[in-house]
């Protein structure tokens, strides 16, 4: 009988049977009359009139693709105009938009880095962080969480060498944000780099929801590249690396992730762009995303609920097991809720959660049909509920 090479999967699926730690796919229905607060439309973008019309028009005139990678037919005015418009939006010279925030996370560590180089990295950063750490094949040093202490000793025991910290502005799992002063401070008095992923301040933090590095006051520094998605704040699809125009031209002759790969479709930066117009002339929008996020954090914790504070729009409530979690999850989902659900391998701290994320088009009657929802639903061993 021929040897099956895949055998070993099955061993593998069972593993993660066993612990609780299967996924699987869920596609959910485009007329679905669930409260959806499991994914990232902070500001409510996703289904606005002006931003799906946009991504419409976009792909009428452009068509249904880029055609091709950005140096090749992948560039189009709408590209550059989306560019433009980041840059001036968010306080840098210059920005790259590329088909991911996940790609634009390996582009700008990958061309930033070498193998004669030093990165220190956050124990809490992103999968894309982490990648990209691994493919600049840099020497790659791992800190304690938002231990600024530690990216000065990690810096003094390489003086002298090539150096850039990385870290998210705001990080994914539990919501809490990087000391991105003290870390550029950190940066400057040892001539190093910092990269910012701005994933989750980006219409959130900041003037206007111009991010975490506006509100620390380093957006526009000679010495910081920033990271973000446009798949958030402003509902759409693709991600961009902002910083000084010399770094931008490096990545553009030098990241493969962006020289290789086809460029955002028409249709994603056409939503993009009118995205980004819409949080100009709605400024007031990301501050009614941080009251959300208070509000579900401070109801939630006077319930008894273990939550942590939250620093932009995530709120992450404990949960006793990676299969308490995933039944948390499903009976908001049946009570008319998502929220997302966050078990090993995907926490670094080996603590399963449920986590909601704040919207601003929430209304409050639909704020307090949520917090019902989690509170009732709440498996026992959380706090002092049931």
């Given at each position: 009988m021929p040897h099956d090479p895949f055998e070993w999967i099955d061993a593998e699926s069972r593993r993660r049977e066993r612990a609780g730690l299967a996924r699987s796919l869920r596609p959910r229905a485009a007329d679905s009359e669930s409260l959806n607060l499991a994914g990232n439309d902070y500001l409510g973008f996703t289904r606005r009139t002006e931003i799906t019309e946009a991504a419409a028009d976009a792909a009428r005139r452009w068509g249904g693709g880029a055609t091709g990678s950005r140096l090749v037919t992948g560039s189009t005015t709408l590209h550059a105009e989306l560019e433009g418009e980041l840059a001036d939006f968010c306080g840098f010279e210059a920005a790259l938009v590329l088909s991911s925030g996940y790609m634009a996370n390996l582009a700008a560590l990958t061309a930033l880095s070498s193998r004669d180089s030093l990165i220190v990295s956050d124990a809490g950063n992103h999968a894309s962080i982490v990648d990209g750490c691994r493919l600049s094949r840099a020497e790659t040093m791992i800190i304690a969480h938002r231990d600024v202490g530690a990216v000065r000793k990690a810096f003094d025991a390489h003086a002298g060498r090539r150096a850039l910290a990385v870290t998210d502005s705001v990080f994914s799992v539990d919501g809490d944000a990087a000391p991105l002063v003290e870390l550029a401070d950190a940066c400057r008095a040892h001539d190093a780099a910092l990269?910012?992923?701005?994933?989750?301040?980006?219409?959130?933090?900041?003037?206007?929801?111009?991010?975490?590095?506006?509100?620390?006051?380093?957006?526009?520094?000679?010495?910081?590249?920033?990271?973000?998605?446009?798949?958030?704040?402003?509902?759409?699809?693709?991600?961009?690396?902002?910083?000084?125009?010399?770094?931008?031209?490096?990545?553009?002759?030098?990241?493969?992730?962006?020289?290789?790969?086809?460029?955002?479709?028409?249709?994603?930066?056409?939503?993009?762009?009118?995205?980004?117009?819409?949080?100009?002339?709605?400024?007031?929008?990301?501050?009614?995303?941080?009251?959300?996020?208070?509000?579900?954090?401070?109801?939630?914790?006077?319930?008894?609920?273990?939550?942590?504070?939250?620093?932009?729009?995530?709120?992450?409530?404990?949960?006793?097991?990676?299969?308490?979690?995933?039944?948390?999850?499903?009976?908001?989902?049946?009570?008319?809720?998502?929220?997302?659900?966050?078990?090993?391998?995907?926490?670094?701290?080996?603590?399963?959660?449920?986590?909601?994320?704040?919207?601003?088009?929430?209304?409050?009657?639909?704020?307090?049909?949520?917090?019902?929802?989690?509170?009732?639903?709440?498996?026992?061993?959380?706090g002092s509920v049931r």
């Open positions: 990269l910012v992923d701005d994933a989750h301040g980006f219409g959130v933090l900041g003037s206007g929801g111009r991010g975490a590095l506006d509100a620390a006051n380093i957006a526009g520094c000679n010495s910081v590249v920033a990271t973000l998605t446009l798949s958030k704040s402003l509902g759409s699809q693709g991600g961009a690396v902002l910083g000084p125009a010399r770094v931008i031209d490096h990545l553009v002759n030098t990241a493969r992730t962006f020289i290789f790969d086809t460029g955002l479709a028409p249709a994603a930066a056409g939503a993009a762009l009118a995205g980004l117009r819409t949080l100009r002339r709605e400024p007031w929008l990301a501050e009614r995303t941080r009251h959300v996020a208070i509000a579900l954090y401070r109801r939630l914790t006077e319930a008894g609920l273990t939550a942590a504070r939250p620093d932009a729009a995530v709120v992450s409530v404990r949960a006793p097991s990676p299969e308490a979690a995933l039944r948390w999850a499903a009976d908001c989902h049946t009570a008319g809720l998502v929220v997302g659900c966050f078990r090993p391998p995907s926490v670094p701290d080996g603590i399963s959660r449920i986590r909601v994320t704040a919207r601003a088009d929430l209304t409050e009657q639909q704020l307090d049909e949520a917090i019902a929802t989690i509170i009732a639903t709440a498996p026992r061993g959380v």
